[in-house]
């Protein structure tokens, strides 16, 4: 299949073919979502408005099945940040773009009539009338895609949040099992594409093939060698037998483990909701539970898992660490059911676990429900999924709560989130939240297996950028972070694989290039939109109220802050 | 009395008297609470947090009851827009400031406990316990205030959307009758006092004296001719038949008249709510009602009134044009009746008529309720009063309401609602609404009466830039705009009121350089809060949503909007 750029709009219901531009050539994922927004939205377009772009795009060694390689790039200007934006996710959609030779599918204009599914194959793009998907939840909506397009179809689909515009709302990807339970979930995507009109992107491979390599033989090897250094890392076996939950007992014991909206960093439950317990119930349980599940095809990590009821059968797929801190030890809540169970009602709905979770502690805080009543926390899901003016409150996110409430303590940048690291124990992950491009996200660059005294402020800059660096790249390459711990012993992997797919003369430095040129354009974009140095700060209350146990604040100071990427233009 | 800053701080009660800072001696009003804000305020502080600070200030003419010169001026970074805020109103407490020689009162700190009213007067500051009040409405706060305080004194009161941190909130003044009609309406200004744990703050003038003057003679002679050139302009006259409500004709035979959520420019009611309907309304219903009323000591202009029942029984004073566009031609509503009510009702909660107002047109668009129902509108103001969740949304403003309903047509700038001029039929006031550094605000330059085609984009930059900076100054002096029509022929007045006030040496260019200094103080504490071109933009719909009846749009090129201020500063 040739590279291409393929351009929909929404309003015309038109597909638009065309050859990448020479300018995106080197990009794709996240770096990609970055050019395409400076080159074409305008800095003060409304981010639900026509003038913005919803972009989905592989990354660059996607399409080969190379193990976790196949993520998926949503992005656009964010309805909940205003900044640049991109949410990547595993599941099929990138795999299947990939294969049909699209590097970006751009959504342009907005505001159609009516809901659809947006179909695309190798015949083309068409607009499905979709108004009898309307206000039905992810998982209905799913199955029947499935049935409707057939079982192999990769998809990103939105809920009731998206179709609302929530700015909570999120994007889910079918996974391998055509399950959507892979989300593009932040900065509120799902608004962007329920503005759209767009109910499912469905995507089928059909008559699609691998994108073309330049040396076939040298990518077949080093795909070889690619395993063997994942398979080779510890890392991997900790994720593949407790997954991400295996961060509950390591971020309580910094003391950063977020706990009742923020007001702790440690939690008397924490025992219960990590990842030995987690793994022990799933196996216990049997039935359709899962602790070692792949996300998508060729990985070989098997980070994700399905969580069972007392019965066996499925709860939710996947448990993951930042819903658990979030919507559990967040909440004041213990238990892994409940926890499990908020999660699959926020990937019904299709909101982010992380803006809502934060949203539901905010709410407590302002005395709207009590910590630790898991049966309140149930309700005030179904409140978003009725869409009542409290649930529109709540699945608008943290800051909108905050406000409706009159709650100071809003643990928020530029209106998003902050996940599971609580800046003032865990600090260079803090940096990171202050000043990544795109609002608080630990997955723009975790610090907390850096080695190094979180509790301190110093040097921690450094080390986010370091980790921010690394992020910007794998995400701009379509590889899961969980990869990153094996390639790192093995420097010269990724190079070598963009020589082979791609037949560029690049070196060592090419993470650090693609990374930083990422960071770049992000922040070009965010400042023509009017982001600055006063944006990338923590919340204010976390620099004089201290955190349990340690009763550290976040004291990186502003102009360390603001030196982090000073190099890397205004 | 010495002329003085007073700062009392709520986490200890105390209150330090220090003399004018040198840099702030030429500042009053609006011009100093900028240059405090500058010279105090962290730009990444958090409105409601401690680092802010709540500001009163009268003007540099204030204290002598020269006529409508006697406003104070509110400020701090404002709750709803992020920006610099300053919002001036009538009433007494410019006059009883001035009075006690209080240059500034600088409210320090935050989040007290409890409920507190302010006590300044000669003897100083206290702070008494005020929980009785907590959740009391203004005029019932005002009334008990009276008792307890004496009828003579000044009062600023917020009510319980101020308590609540509503990002509406509006801190309300008694008037020279002891009634709180006089708003500093924008911005969450309510909020922020209510975030000082301060219900209200009480002045009592008694044992103050008129500011000191340089040239006594000279000062009263020139009062005088100030008199004479107020009510020899025929707009005066207008003001004092009419009030502001003679804007009704006036906006909308021009196509600018809010209607129905700014979706259209001309109401078929028009007529029923304009300043004859009212005047006549008012004179024939009698008993308390008033059509020309004074709201401070020392007016001579009166463009006041109270509005009474069929019973000739108070329903509100004043109604005031922004009010009957915002909440009737905005709201579909022709009734002057439910309209006064509707107002009531805001200043009882205590939240800005142009705000909720908005709010309300917003909430409308996107389905909540239907045009034209005077009860569901009054329905709604009872749900902001009782904080449930949607009244904690409409008391949030209207782009928190916007948010919540999905609704894209928000007519707001900088977070801040669009008053009752429609930007696409009047757009010099579009301009100013655009590049005001206090968002969206009509008082910061209003050019409806400017000799220019109102649909043209030529020429309205500069009309706006005069405005602008008009308005700057007499908000810096304290003085009503309402005088400016008579000033305006008389240029040399106000330096020359300066000189026999203060002894300083000013020439005829004064206003421009007081309007132009304050406008550049407040875009430099912007640009340090992180806001630049990309904010000082009408919403994006309004720049491709024709408005009927001329089917235009807001069209002043973004360039020109840029250059408004170019030699102000970045």
Redesign the interface.
Known sequence: MPHEIWRVNVQTQELRREPVPEAWQHWGGRGLIARILLDEVP????P????NRLIFAPGLLGGHMLSSADRVSVGGKSPLTGTVKEANAGGQTGLALARLGIRALIVEDG?PEGLWVLHISAQGARFDPADDLSGLGVYETAARLRERYGKNIAAAVIGPAGE????AAAILHLDKDGVPGRASARGGLG?LM??RGLKAVVVDRQGGSPPPLADPEAFRSLQKRYNQALLAHPQTHTYHDYGTAAMVAMCNAFGGLPTRGFSQGQFEGADAIGGEALREMILARGGEGNPSHACMAGCIILCSNVFPDAGGRTVVSPLEYETIALMGSNLGLDDLETIARLNWHANDIGVDTIEVGAALGVAARGGLWSFGDGAAALGLMDEIRRA???G??LG?GAV?TG????V?QVPAVKGQAIAAYDPRAIKGTGVTYATSPQGADHTAGLTIRAKIDHLKPEGQVAVSRRAQVAMAAYDTLGICIFAGFGLSTAPDLIPALLRARYGWEVGEDVLTRLGEGTIRLERAFNR????????D?I???MT?EPLPPHHTVFDVP?DELDGIFADLGP
């Open positions: 800095p003060s377009a409304d639900l408005g026509p003038y505001a609302r515009r929530m700015r608004a329920g503005s009542t003016p409290l529109r409150i608008n909108a406000q409706a409430f009159g100071l023509r939109v009017g982001f600055g140095p006063a944006d700060r919340p204010e209350w004089h502003p």
